[in-house]
């Protein structure tokens, strides 16, 4: 059914480019390979609820190399094989109380009462109901859940979830009604628990989808219990992380190793961009660290999302793509001529130079500069 209805969802995959960059991601939802966070979750991880949070992120450094070498060996064998050999050396009830995912969701728990989720750092008591910079508390608000058939043909077609809230506060924002416009107070306290997130997975599953989408708004707010749900969740599809990549570091090490599959946007490659549009201070430092951390310390397989706007070929597209060059090991960039003014743009005179669409000659001038750094981008666009 779905191919009938992308059929370029199917043919993607006859590309060398993406079978050598997905390799993991497909081979999970074909059914080769284990999910990440069923892994996470079986990998025992001693756990002392008396330690400081330094303590925990310490016990977490120690557990990641480790977790990534069982991960590599583990991932291609049949679950059922795992499970036994982890629970002849532990009790079930033992490992369920004791392992690496839920050291995860301990951690980002006990940062969320000062929250450091994102690089805005607003240290909001989201745990005790304040509102952080993003614009929720510490619960989960969705928007929608539905199979998406709109995305990059090699994720198609995709369960997406989108949250309320945003860490960005960008001035053209298409989506501005949930990551900025939306009047909290009349669904606050009605957030979404851990349990219904997992069974929103089983349900897109039903459905057919590929994976399992994160977006928004801006999924990050959401981190401690997206986390959580892993603890409940049973389905066997990639994890996809959809996102402006404007975590901390210690946000972005505690989610990296257990997505399957990345979606990072590459809005800007300077500061004063950033700023002025997004309100995201230090955001290029940020997105090359998260960036470069995925390829490192998680899966490496990602599609750049990066939006043409106007009159920024040459301060944010073309650097973009030469940093990508120059930096990563694995790239896959859609280059998106979707660029409308919206919102804040269209509604006042104050950003004259990004009120208008992208030119055909600035479309062409940056899709040509891919081409003749050999970046990949065809493809996914």
């Excluded at 990534?68 to 490992?95: G, N, R, S």
């Excluded at 058939?149 to 994720?155: A, K, N, V, Y």
Aim: with cysteine.
């Amino acid at each position: 059914m779905w191919a009938l209805q992308r059929r370029d969802a199917m043919s993607v995959w006859q590309q060398f480019e993406l079978k050598d960059r997905l390799v993991e991601y497909r081979e999970i939802f074909q059914g080769k390979r284990i999910p990440r966070y069923k892994l996470a979750r079986l990998f025992y991880v001693p756990i002392d609820e008396k330690k400081s949070q330094k303590d925990l992120l310490d016990i977490h450094e120690h557990y990641h190399t480790k977790f990534k070498t069982w991960l590599e060996e583990k991932q291609t064998v049949p679950l059922e094989d795992i499970e036994k050999e982890v629970f002849a050396k532990h009790k079930e009830e033992e490992i369920r109380k004791n392992n690496y995912l839920k050291l995860k969701v301990m951690i980002t728990k006990d940062i969320l009462s000062a929250c450091e989720f994102c690089e805005n750092r607003c240290k909001a008591d989201r745990a005790g109901g304040k509102i952080g910079n993003c614009g929720v508390d510490g619960q989960a608000y969705i928007s929608s859940a539905f199979v998406h058939m709109g995305e990059e043909s090699p994720i198609v077609p995709s369960g997406t979830i989108f949250f309320y809230g945003c860490t960005f506060q960008c001035v053209f924002c298409q989506n501005h009604d949930i990551s900025q416009e939306f009047a909290f107070e009349r669904f606050k306290g009605k957030g979404h628990t851990p349990l219904d997130l997992a069974q929103m997975y089983y349900s897109l599953k039903s459905q057919g989808v590929r994976n399992i989408n994160f977006v928004g708004g801006e999924p990050t707010p959401n981190l401690h219990l997206i986390l959580e749900s892993f603890l409940e969740a049973q389905v066997d599809l990639p994890m996809l992380w959809n996102s402006n990549m404007y975590l901390t570091e210690t946000s972005m090490k505690i989610l990296v190793d257990v997505f399957d599959i990345w979606l990072p946007d590459m809005k800007y490659s300077n500061n004063d961009c950033a700023t002025k549009y997004s309100k995201a201070s230090k955001y290029w430092e940020a997105l090359q660290r998260n960036m470069k951390m995925i390829e490192e310390r998680g899966s490496g397989e990602y599609i750049i999302r990066h939006l043409v706007m106007p009159n920024h070929t040459n301060c944010c597209s073309i650097p973009i793509l030469n940093w990508v060059n120059e930096n990563l090991k694995t790239p896959l960039v859609n280059i998106m001529g979707q660029y409308r003014p919206e919102y804040k743009v269209l509604r006042t005179e104050m950003y004259p130079e990004i009120k208008k669409k992208p030119t055909t000659s600035e479309m062409y001038n940056v899709r040509k500069h891919a081409d003749d750094l050999g970046v990949y981008w065809k493809s996914v666009s």
